[in-house]
């Protein structure tokens, strides 16, 4: 038995019929096809799955679709304008804050929504936002100065809103909504 939802995602208004086990995750990468929101481990580990439901950062894996019926969610395909990245994407980009990508949308997802709290995050804050999101690649380093060097262009008038533009790197975008 299938239960009818409607909501908004990254902006469009959608309904869907999913069965009432069907987990977030499962929904936006099958059924939506938005597969920028990764799986990684599937029972709440690794923060791959990372998205926003009505501003707040969720793992999507630890959701069920049906709760999401009447919210709005983002996801990272929503947050760049066309080719033009994020002010998180491009502080990502910059300071070299992926390497293989995998956890890079979950990660950005969790650092919006830190810098939706507070724009001038100490280090220590930064590491706890992100304690839930698992890299196997970077060693984090890179990661924390790429949400810094975000938080202090969001300081300088950045918008974190989806859809907010920086400038686009010179060379080919980074893999932040990879499949
Ligand atoms: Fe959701 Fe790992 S896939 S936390
Ligand atoms: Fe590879 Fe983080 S960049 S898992």
Redesign the pocket.
């Known amino acids: 038995m299938s239960e009818h939802i409607a909501f908004v995602v990254n902006g469009e208004r959608r309904e869907a019929d999913v069965e009432p086990r069907r987990l977030l ?1 499962e929904m936006l990468r099958e059924d939506l096809g938005l597969t920028g929101t ?12 990372t998205v926003h439901v009505d501003s707040a950062a969720v ?4 959701m069920l679709a049906v709760q999401a019926d009447g919210t709005s969610i983002t996801t990272i395909e929503g947050m760049a304008a066309g080719e033009a990245l994020h002010p998180l994407q491009t502080a990502f980009w910059e300071k070299h804050g992926l390497q293989c990508g995998f956890c890079t949308p979950g990660m950005i997802m969790a650092a919006a929504d830190l810098l939706g709290r507070t724009a001038d995050p100490t280090d220590d804050e930064i590491r706890h936002a992100i304690q839930g999101n698992i890299c196997r690649c970077t060693g984090y380093q890179n990661i924390v100065i790429a949400i810094r060097a975000a938080g202090a262009a969001v300081r300088a008038g950045a918008s974190l809103a989806p859809g907010s533009a920086t400038a686009a790197p010179a060379t080919a975008a980074p893999a932040t909504a990879a499949n």
């Open positions: 995750v990764h799986v990684g481990c599937d029972t709440s580990q690794c923060g791959a799955c793992k999507s894996c630890t």
